[in-house]
């Protein structure tokens, strides 16, 4: 069973900037697609961004020219850099591990960003 622990959620102005990890207990390059969801109340899950096991990067619009997406294979940890946040960044930030064949999906507790001032 992976776990995946995110860390990094906080309270920061708009504007400000935050760095969010997420720590998988087994190896992501065995992971298809690893990437950063996030969920505003009374809002569905949405993708933030992705980064493949090639290092292929995607990206929602709205975090387009704001967000990174980055991993580091050595250390089992996956990034997001968030910088010029808006109020409208907040929710909270869920990691995703994903693998096509055979198919698995594991989701970590989320963490808490709340952009205001």
């Known amino acids: 069973q992976v776990q995946l622990v995110e860390s990094g959620g906080g309270l920061v102005q708009p504007g400000g900037s935050l760095r969010l990890s997420c720590a998988a207990s087994?190896?992501?390059?065995?992971?298809?697609?690893m990437g950063w969801y996030r969920q505003a109340p009374g809002k569905e899950r949405d993708m933030v961004a992705t980064i493949s096991s090639g290092s292929s990067t995607n990206y929602a619009d709205s975090v387009k020219g704001r967000f990174t997406i980055s991993r580091d294979n050595a250390k089992n940890t996956v990034y997001l850099q968030m910088n010029s946040l808006k109020p409208e960044d907040t929710a909270i930030y869920y990691c995703n591990a994903r693998k096509y064949f055979p198919f698995s999906n594991y989701w970590g507790q989320g963490t808490q960003v709340t952009v205001s001032s």
């Open positions: 087994g190896r992501i390059f065995s992971f298809d697609v």
